[in-house]
């Protein structure tokens, strides 16, 4: 869908980060060296609107594969009833629904996405928390969608090879496993959003404070912070409405007091971070907020 990031590969680089609406169903290619026959075999909707989204869906459903989607597309919260309605209608029409799960899997709950939002896809793909910054990645989803993955049990005609030379390193599976072992533990999705929860509400009561327009959007285990007037956005493109200057300024006022950020991207909460982590952090943050406010 719009605006979703689904790493570097041609099928997924189509309407990811356009700064004006795709021409849906089609999209321009986010990379050069994407050939132009790829775009026919890829159709893009916005996120957030069912409107749009599922009469694409059962047009084009005697086409289709399978619809990618993010549950949390980068700061962007799903509106009730749209990965219920993405469900519904894939199911109807026997197509595969797949979560990309590489940002919120074992993040915003031990169950992801799929436990937060409660919905269950057919596929989806982990990665990042799940081995606590190690290199590693998995697939998981329904044993019929795997099976053709099992060069043990499936005929060489219907195989699909999914090999690579780092596949199953055992450091990185060793770092995956540790990691669950800690992620599982009693209280700890509780504790990422208390404290993802105060360092949020925290920027956007200093930067209101300080006369700028501060959103921090998304969960309290990962959020970016933005700056737009009006209601919270939910598409894409309503997300491009943020002040991307602002964002920079702001950034680089915190990299400049020590805050390792990245301008007008994500924070990401960890089991390691404190209450006082906060203070610290909050202090900082309205220092540049003053800082910013002076210069006006």
């Keep these: 869908l719009e605006g979703g ?35 026919e075999q890829v159709l893009v909707a916005p996120f957030n609107d069912m409107e749009r989204t599922v009469p694409l869906i059962e047009q084009y459903a ?57 919905v269950v896809p057919d596929l989806a793909t982990y990665g990042k928390a799940m081995a606590g910054g190690f290199p590693m990645a998995c ?19 219907n195989l699909a090879w999914a090999s690579g030379t780092l596949n199953g390193n055992p450091i990185s599976a060793s770092a995956g496993n540790a990691a669950l072992d800690v992620l599982s533990r009693p209280g700890t999705y509780e504790g990422l959003s208390r404290i993802g929860g105060r360092l949020r509400a925290g920027i956007e009561e200093s930067g209101r404070r300080h006369g700028f327009p501060t959103q921090a959007l998304g969960e309290d285990a990962v959020f970016g912070v933005r700056f737009i007037d009006g209601p919270r956005p939910k598409t894409w493109m309503d997300l491009q409405k943020h002040d991307r200057e602002l964002g920079l300024e702001w950034g680089m006022e915190l990299l400049r007091r020590g805050l390792l950020v990245n301008p007008n991207e994500k924070f990401y909460i960890s089991i390691a971070h404190t209450d006082a982590d906060v203070d610290q952090t909050l202090e900082v943050v309205d220092e540049a907020f003053k800082v910013m406010a002076a210069k006006r």
């Design 5 to 39: 990031w689904h790493g570097m590969h041609d099928y997924a680089l189509w309407g990811t980060v356009p700064s004006a609406p795709s021409d849906y169903p089609r999209a321009k290619p986010d990379s050069t060296g994407i050939p132009p026959e790829v775009g």
């Design 62 to 118: 005697h086409e289709l594969a399978a619809v990618l989607v993010e549950p949390l597309q980068r700061v962007l919260i799903p509106e009730p009833g749209f990965l219920e309605a993405l469900r519904e209608v894939t199911s109807h029409y026997r197509i595969v629904l797949i979560f990309d799960e590489i940002v919120t899997g074992f993040r915003i709950a031990w169950g992801g996405a799929q436990e937060k939002y409660g």
């Design 139 to 157: 697939i998981g989803g329904k044993a019929e969608m795997l099976a053709p993955l099992d060069a043990r049990r499936t005929e060489r005609t």
